[in-house]
């Protein structure tokens, strides 16, 4: 079955510290990949996707994901954090098929990211 | 330029009731997807519409059903409710070549009692 598993419920840094938030997922072929963040009684927002390419992507608000194909893992990361980062962090797949991106995506479980002052 | 915009933001049913959920897209988006958001879950797939056809599903019972209108408006049906259909219903616009980059509305929290 296909699914994302985001390890960590929560994960707490204090600003100004790097922070990482994990995803892990399980899905065939080549998968495009996503983060979302949901700030609370909002929608969710687009941070960043990686389709090919560098294993690097940059997002919005300085967030960047590494992609590690062998490890089927999209970790979430941002080299300094900001108080205003807390929010709610969604790991998202979308499965591609023969005729190319489903656009359906597959969401984990979400991690809540606190940053501390 | 107005977001995703959905309507109602809250509503609250009991079993057996029947509710419709609506959605407008960003303006230039002509696929419209549903998910279903249950409390401290992440969102799960209902479906998608394109050129007014439903164009994939998820796992959700045929009492899920929808409609795309000609202006690529969007309606979420659910009929006989049951208390786990409770959840915020999150509707997300994009383009066919979007590619998984969906613009997400507020969502209707529905609550079934």
């Known amino acids: 079955a296909q699914s994302v598993a985001q390890p960590e419920d929560q994960v707490n840094v204090a600003e100004g510290n790097p922070l990482t938030v994990k995803c892990t997922y399980s899905v065939s072929g080549n998968p495009y990949l996503f983060w979302y963040v949901q700030y609370p009684n909002r929608g969710l927002q687009f941070l960043l996707k990686?389709?090919?390419?560098?294993?690097l992507v940059k997002g919005s608000y300085g967030f960047e994901a590494e992609f590690n194909k062998s490890q089927t893992s999209f970790h979430l990361k941002k080299p300094s954090a900001l108080v205003s980062d807390s929010a709610l962090y969604f790991c998202a797949v979308s499965p591609t098929l023969a005729g190319g991106n489903t656009g359906k995506l597959i969401f984990g479980q979400g991690t809540t990211l606190q940053v501390k002052p | 330029d107005a977001g995703v915009t959905q309507s109602p933001t809250h509503l609250i049913k009991t079993r057996g009731q029947q509710v419709t959920l609506r959605c407008s897209p960003k303006s230039g988006h002509d696929t419209v997807s549903w998910y279903q958001q249950a409390l401290g879950q992440g969102p799960q797939f209902i479906f998608q519409?394109?050129?007014?056809?439903?164009?994939q599903r998820g796992n959700f019972p045929d009492r899920f059903s929808g409609h795309q209108f000609p202006n690529y408006s969007s309606e979420l049906n659910v009929n006989a409710l049951l208390l786990g259909d409770s959840a915020l219903y999150l509707c997300?616009?994009?383009?066919?070549?979007?590619?998984?980059?969906?613009?997400f509305g507020e969502g209707s929290r529905l609550t079934v009692l």
């Open positions: 990686y389709i090919t390419g560098d294993n």
């Open positions: 519409y394109y050129e007014e056809e439903e164009r």
């Open positions: 997300a616009s994009s383009t066919e070549l979007a590619a998984g980059e969906l613009f």
